[in-house]
T-cell receptor
Framework: GAGVSQTPSNKVTEKGKYVELRCDPI?????LYWYRQSLGQGPEFLIY????????DSGLPNDRFFAVRPEGSVSTLKIQRTERGDSAVYLC????????????FGPGTRLTVL | SQELEQSPQSLIVQEGKNLTINCTSS?????LYWYKQKYGEGLIFLMM?????EEKSHEKITAKLDEKKQQSSLHITASQPSHAGIYLC????????????FGKGTSLLVTP
């Protein structure tokens, strides 16, 4: 079946602009995660959704970052007033929802802030 | 700060050679995941380990979790160019919703 998909694959924007990154999880997966990966680093947790609600947003770096999942499927990560330090690969993962189920990752969105 | 330490940071091996990558935590690993990453392809799931002493194999890749559940190793037998990539260990350290902490990754290059 289809895996996790993310769009766009690449996004180049200017400092101060607003961006939206989209994630389509595997059908039926109730848990959805956003991670951020900087060059040479492992992914770092940003936010976790169980269904429609953000169950844990402790990884969001500041209030410029926000994510939604209004219907419990597709999720959008929104970044306001982008800064050069926001440049990274943003990864989305989904999990079926049972204990210790595997997280499956999408290909990521490479964000570059000029 | 990284709660998972991976070693080595990078590895170059000749095709056909065996290799081992290690992942160490100062905390108990409730679940340990190994992923492989290639540019533009996100993370590809390899294996998950949960129980102390557990060992799993898939094709030429074997992963083990030690009895104390604080260290895991990934072993590749008779490496091939297709094994090249970045290997990441991710761990459930008791986080909300099973969110994973990751090591920095081990970059593997296999030369002919």
């Amino acid at each position: 079946g289809a895996g996790v998909s993310q769009t766009p694959s690449n996004k180049v924007t200017e400092k101060g602009k607003y961006v939206e990154l989209r994630c389509d999880p595997i059908s039926g997966h109730t848990a959805l995660y956003w991670y951020r990966q900087s060059l040479g680093q492992g992914p770092e947790f940003l936010i976790y959704f169980q269904g429609t609600g953000a169950a844990d947003d402790s990884g969001l770096p500041n209030d410029r970052f926000f994510a939604v999942r209004p219907e419990g499927s597709v999720s959008t990560l929104k970044i306001q007033r982008t800064e050069r330090g926001d440049s990274a690969v943003y990864l989305c993962a989904s999990r079926e929802g049972g204990d210790q189920d595997t997280q499956y990752f999408g290909p990521g969105t490479r964000l570059t802030v000029l | 700060s990284q709660e998972l330490e991976q070693s080595p940071q990078s590895l170059i091996v000749q095709e056909g050679k065996n290799l081992t990558i290690n992942c160490t935590s100062s905390k108990t690993l409730y679940g340990l995941y190994w992923y492989k990453q290639k540019y533009g392809e996100g993370l590809i799931f390899l294996m998950m380990l949960q129980k102390g002493g557990e060992e799993k194999s898939h094709e030429k890749i074997t992963a083990k979790l030690d009895e104390k559940k604080q260290q895991s190793s990934l072993h590749i037998t008779a490496s091939q160019p297709s094994h090249a990539g970045i290997y990441l260990c991710g761990a459930d350290l008791g986080n909300s919703g099973y969110a994973l902490n990751f090591g920095k990754g081990t970059s593997l290059l296999v030369t002919p």
